[in-house]
């Protein structure tokens, strides 16, 4: 049994993933913790740091393995089999995920497409009928769904979160503004661009020190914000 | 001079100002920590400790002022007056954004839009008419631009990222899937949905307790993954 290893270090591994397997594809084999910090833009130590929780992978002076690493970084992660997707909600933002190439890639099936718009219901988006909302649940137990997009008006979020979390899904983006309620054992990722905007402001109008920007845009260290 | 305030708690503050707005709409001109808390889906501990960085609110036993809360938490953000936005990429992604409502709302203003195609040079989107990518450096300093949304493919992220620093540019939000480079004194946040599927894979694979979600999907406890 390993250390625990903190959230933020998870958050951190797909841009290890990312970075590691455009390595491999151009034929790099080993790569140092200094280079990997420098594509990652973070220190060394931090790289070392990371990637102890999950074994050895370096030699003093010899660097990482590329292939070793990036097979490590994505078991680890559970990907390297498709899980299977599905999108509530297909307005401008919702169409625009799916279609944006490189959103649903090799790890990720979108199985499902939902909508409650009867203009848009039995039309196909990202190779997928679009349903309506009221199948919801039942066909994401049929199918197995495992993650769900939610990507509806604010007004209709929690009641949409509240039937995908009925139907048994443990994992869910969602990109409605505002604050949803699931159960301690499903995992919430919020995306809501206007607040990373709101917060950025802070730092602008006061001309703070901008928080230093680690990989993937966490904030570890603290910053020296006041008031004014 | 006040304790300096974590980076953390500057990136809550959007979904504070977005709760109390709602309340004053609704004409609540009171709330106790507790409540708040529940809405924010944290607990009144972290509210009057989010809080105390601020300054006094609450009485014991009254609750806070919303109307005083919330005009301080705006101020505190900068918000309350307008910034004024440029979004680089007019593709499926760029487009969703700005037509997106509440994206764009008082607090910003989009004055300019760039695109590299010929296509879409000179049509307009979210009001204002696209122009071309290589008049960016004059544009922004002419009209003063103060925030970048970057939506443009990965190849050609860093470059325009680097015109936009170059151009005095001290925020940007960024789409595309790269590890950015910015100077120290340029935020950069980084919107990355693929990577935000990939971490939550983790925990579904291996069936671990989910990381407590805290407003605005931030994880700041630790959770109890392993390796296996």
């Known amino acids: 049994m390993k250390e625990q290893v903190p959230d933020v270090v998870i958050q951190r591994l797909p841009m290890y993933a990312h970075i590691l397997r455009a390595l491999k594809e151009v034929g790099v084999e080993s790569?140092?913790?200094?280079?990997?910090?420098?594509?990652?833009?973070?220190?060394?130590?931090?790289?070392?740091?990371?990637?102890?929780?999950?074994?050895?992978?370096?030699?003093?002076?010899?660097?990482?393995?590329?292939?070793?690493?990036?097979?490590?970084?994505?078991?680890?992660?559970?990907?390297?089999?498709?899980?299977?997707?599905a999108l509530i909600g297909t307005g401008r933002l919702g169409r625009a995920l799916i279609e944006h190439k490189g959103f649903v890639d090799e790890d990720f099936r979108l199985v499902a497409v939902?909508?409650?718009?009867?203009?848009?219901?039995g039309k196909k988006l990202g190779g997928v009928v679009i349903q309506d909302v009221a199948e919801l649940e039942q066909t994401i137990k049929e199918r197995g769904i495992e993650i769900c997009i939610v990507a509806v008006p604010p007004a209709e979020a929690q009641r949409v979160i509240d039937a995908v979390v009925r139907a048994g899904v443990k994992a869910m983006l969602n990109y409605a503004p505002i604050v949803a309620r699931v159960p301690k054992n499903v995992q919430l990722r919020q995306i809501t661009p206007l607040h990373a905007l709101q917060s950025m402001t802070y730092y602008l109008k006061s001309e703070y020190p901008a928080p230093s920007t680690s990989i993937e845009g966490r904030k570890e260290k603290k910053t020296r914000g006041q008031i004014n």
Request: proline share 3%.
């Open 31 to 85: 790569i140092g913790s200094r280079e990997l910090g420098a594509m990652l833009r973070t220190t060394p130590a931090q790289i070392r740091k990371d990637l102890s929780y999950f074994g050895k992978f370096g030699k003093q002076g010899m660097g990482y393995d590329v292939s070793q690493l990036y097979e490590e970084v994505t078991r680890v992660l559970g990907l390297g089999r498709p899980w299977s997707l």
């Open 114 to 121: 939902f909508d409650k718009s009867h203009r848009r219901i």
